[in-house]
């Protein structure tokens, strides 16, 4: 029987962060049945561990393919789930490097145990790129969300950007715009389907190198991600594409305290090396 574990990722509190399903091994399921069990679980994803591709390298024992299945659908990449199955390896096969072949690319991670034990994964995102978003499709966007135009942050232009999966950035001018969050999820999803988005990224900048975030996950049959890992990387690429922030930069971004499971995502951003590195916590949920 396949055995489905359930995680949260970028908190060490399982009721804090993100949950995903972990399917260690899936080598008996199709994608019908990698499909139910997500559906089943309700998770926003959940990733499931097959054999690695020939030719993938990493240390043996140490590298997989994996694939990750909202309820609704596959979906390319998803961090919070590749955090979380890098916890949930961690715990038995102890900390180090790990590879994963996906659909987007191949993405490293470092599995590293912190203060008490607890254990820390950080994923190194496919190559970045960003975009502009056509005014057309901007303007659809604050329709969905009932968000005036004057309510988004000049200094925070919009953007869609990709680490792995495609994300429009939003920037909030308030705190409180961010909070209140009511939007049309037939209108928003099906925008997001006609320009491959996987979230909307709204952001909310606290500081210099702080940032609050939400995102809207319609697609993937979710009203909102509570720690989006994927969206936290395409959001590095964005913010040092734009200048906000030094080549060299530590970000913090905080997700999921409006749904009261918060969330903390490291972003970290190196000189002379285009991918993101986006870190948390994890542990177990009973």
Not at 28 to 56: H, K, N, R, V, W
Not at 194 to 220: C, I, M, N
Not at 255 to 279: H, I, K, N, S, Y
């Amino acid at each position: 029987m396949t055995e489905v574990l359930r995680y949260t990722a970028f908190s060490a509190d399982p009721e804090g962060g993100n949950p995903a399903g972990v399917v260690l091994d899936a080598a008996e399921l199709d994608e019908a049945g990698m499909l139910a069990i997500a559906a089943e679980l309700a998770y926003s994803e959940t990733a499931f561990l097959t054999a690695p591709p020939d030719g993938l390298g990493g240390e043996p024992g140490r590298a997989f393919t994996i694939r990750y299945f909202s309820p609704k659908a596959e979906v390319p990449f998803c961090g919070h789930a590749t955090v979380a199955t890098a916890v949930a390896l961690g715990e038995r096969l102890g900390p180090g490097e790990l590879l994963f072949a996906t659909q987007a690319g191949t993405v490293p991670v470092t599995v590293a145990e912190g203060e008490g034990g607890v254990l820390r994964a950080t994923l190194t995102s496919v190559e970045p790129h960003v975009e502009d978003v056509p005014d057309a499709d901007l303007s659809e966007a604050l329709a969905a969300l009932d968000w005036p135009a004057a309510d988004l942050d000049p200094a925070l232009p919009p953007r869609i950007a990709y680490a792995g999966a495609r994300h429009l950035v939003l920037g909030a001018g308030t705190r409180a715009r961010l909070a209140d969050l009511a939007y049309d999820f037939a209108r928003l999803e099906a925008l997001m389907r006609r320009l491959d988005l996987t979230t909307v990224q709204l952001v909310h900048r606290a500081g210099p190198d702080v940032f609050h975030v939400r995102d809207p996950f319609p697609v993937g049959g979710v009203v909102e991600d509570p720690a989006t890992g994927a969206a936290a990387a395409a959001f590095g690429a964005y913010a040092r594409e734009l200048g906000l922030v030094p080549a060299e930069a530590r970000l913090t971004l905080h997700q999921g305290e409006d749904m009261r499971r918060p969330g903390v995502l490291t972003v970290e951003l190196r000189a002379g090396d285009p991918r993101v590195r986006v870190g948390g916590e994890g542990t177990r949920i009973p």
